[in-house]
T-cell receptor, first 116, second 110 residues
Framework: NAGVMQNPRHLVRRRGQEARLRCSPM?????VYWYRQLPEEGLKFMVY????????ESGMPKERFSAEFPKEGPSILRIQQVVRGDSAAYFC??????????????FGQGTRLTVV | RKEVEQDPGPFNVPEGATVAFNCTYS??????FFWYRQDCRKEPKLLMS???SGNEDGRFTAQLNRASQYISLLIRDSKLSDSATYLC???????????FGTGTRLKVLA
């Protein structure tokens, strides 16, 4: 059972370009979360999705950032017109259909975005 | 006030020492808690869930005090391999949002 798969592991973009980060959840998991971790800081919640639905995007910047989790295929975090401040590690996590509040989330290895 | 607060450390301890981390949370609606471990430039990995009755896994003991709204992690007989950042995580009741503390850095010295 493969874990949460993220790609690419490393992504370099010039200012103004678009970045697309992909996340395939663990098999059987229907919930996906995206977190951002700036250097020397903790993980900040961005968005929570189920298949074809954005449930909570309270942590997403209002502009340039979007996320989707289509019926088929991986979840995508898209950053348009990247700026240097977008440089960070972006982690995706997944969890199964919640049976109780004690369900933990499992993380992918992250995508390290560098904007030059 | 941050929803989940931790002392960032670093905690530098000798091998074999016992070390304890505390974490406080502000939202009383937080229902579930976890400790995650994150190694440098790696993804967070679940260390253990935290139960109200307290729970132990080998050298690790977690406690939850709902009245005072804090969670603790105790590591006994520290190993060099325990060096990492330990993240306190709360999950709000009725939501699927996991709230992370900024982490406490531990360095175990030979």
């Amino acid at each position: 059972n493969a874990g949460v798969m993220q790609n690419p592991r490393h992504l370099v973009r010039r200012r103004g370009q678009e970045a697309r980060l992909r996340c395939s959840p663990m098999k059987g998991h229907s919930h996906v979360y995206w977190y951002r971790q700036l250097p020397e800081e903790g993980l900040k919640f961005m968005v929570y999705l189920q298949k074809e639905n954005i449930i909570d995007e309270s942590g997403m910047p209002k502009e340039r950032f979007s996320a989707e989790f289509p019926k088929e295929g991986p979840s995508i975090l898209r950053i348009q017109q990247v700026v240097r401040g977008d440089s960070a590690a972006y982690f995706c996590a997944s969890s199964p259909l919640i049976q109780g509040d004690g369900t933990e989330a499992f993380f992918g290895q992250g995508t390290r975005l560098t904007v030059v | 006030r941050k929803e989940v607060e931790q002392d960032p450390g670093p905690f530098n301890v000798p091998e074999g020492a016992t070390v304890a981390f505390n974490c406080t949370y502000s939202n009383s609606a937080s229902q579930s808690f976890f400790w995650y471990r994150q190694d440098c430039r790696k993804e967070p990995k679940l260390l253990m869930s935290v139960y109200s009755s307290g729970n132990e896994d080998g050298r690790f003991t977690a406690q939850l005090n709902r009245a005072s709204q804090y969670i603790s992690l105790l590591i006994r007989d520290s190993k060099l391999s325990d060096s990492a950042t330990y993240l306190c995580v709360g999950k709000l009741t009725g939501t699927y949002k996991y709230i992370f503390g900024t982490g406490t850095r531990l360095k175990v010295l030979a």
